[in-house]
């Protein structure tokens, strides 16, 4: 190797370690746990002694029907595609916790739903729904564990959460346990909806049936 063309690899060298080429996405160093997001105000979600097990992004519509013109829309329930983003949270929490504002406002195409980079590449986890009896279900079909779940804490989603493409605003952060007396849930036993984005209804119906909205959420599950 000619003392010229050693220099040049070493010049070429330092410039790609100091800038970069753009578009390439920076993960963060790997943590060992993430943290459960907080939205800072005076109240908090129910704490659990739980372990993590994986954080999913949601992406679908809230439903709500309105019984008359001007009436207020009462919540119906949900349905949603679950990504599995456990391995993106490990890596890079904070641009996870972007993730949910971002996908609410891509419509849906005829095939399901469209998700930004890096969450374009995530895996189907699992669907939620909620059963005929409005029980809320998660139903994580990747790794054979559901959860039928009855809420035991929400609080609202913070001032400045995405408002979805309504704008009516970000539903409420929820925790969910197993429900007592029900169908035995397998695998899962605590479910929190944090970093919410949209899902709001108007304040009133402007027509009669269902409403649906688009929203989207991280899902952490634990057992």
């Known amino acids: 190797m000619t003392r010229d063309f050693a220099v040049l690899l070493l010049s070429?060298?330092?410039?790609?370690?100091?800038?970069?080429?753009?578009?390439?996405?920076?993960?963060?160093?790997a943590k060992f746990s993430p943290t459960l997001p907080s939205t800072g105000g005076p109240t908090s979600l129910p704490s659990t002694n739980l372990t993590l097990q994986y954080i999913a992004l949601g992406r679908g519509i809230q439903n709500y029907t309105c019984a008359?013109?001007?009436?207020?829309?009462v919540a119906l329930g949900a349905v949603a595609t679950l990504y599995d983003a456990t391995t993106l949270a490990k890596t890079n929490e904070a641009l996870l916790n972007t993730m949910p504002g971002k996908a609410v406002m891509i419509p849906p195409s005829r095939d399901g739903y469209d998700l930004p980079p890096p969450a374009n590449n995530l895996r189907v986890l699992g669907h939620h729904y909620f059963a005929a009896d409005s029980t809320p279900t998660f139903n994580l079909t990747a790794v054979n564990k559901i959860?039928?779940?009855k809420k035991?804490?929400?609080?609202?989603?913070p001032?400045?959460?995405?408002?979805?493409p309504s704008g009516n605003g970000a539903v409420d952060w929820l925790s969910?346990?197993?429900?007592?007396?029900?169908?035995?849930?397998?695998?899962?036993?605590?479910?929190y909806r944090v970093e919410t984005a949209g899902g709001n209804p108007p304040a009133a119906c402007s027509s009669t049936g269902v409403v649906s909205v688009q929203y989207a959420a991280e899902y952490w599950f634990y057992a």
């Not at 035991?152 to 989603?157: E, L």
């Not at 001032?159 to 979805?164: E, F, H, L, Q």
């Open 12 to 29: 070429i060298t330092q410039l790609s370690s100091a800038n970069p080429l753009p578009g390439h996405l920076k993960f963060a160093p």
């Open 68 to 73: 008359s013109l001007c009436s207020a829309p």
């Open 147 to 149: 959860l039928f779940g």
């Open 152 to 157: 035991n804490g929400d609080i609202p989603a």
């Open 159 to 164: 001032v400045g959460a995405p408002k979805g």
């Open 176 to 191: 969910l346990v197993e429900k007592p007396d029900y169908s035995e849930s397998v695998g899962l036993g605590q479910v």
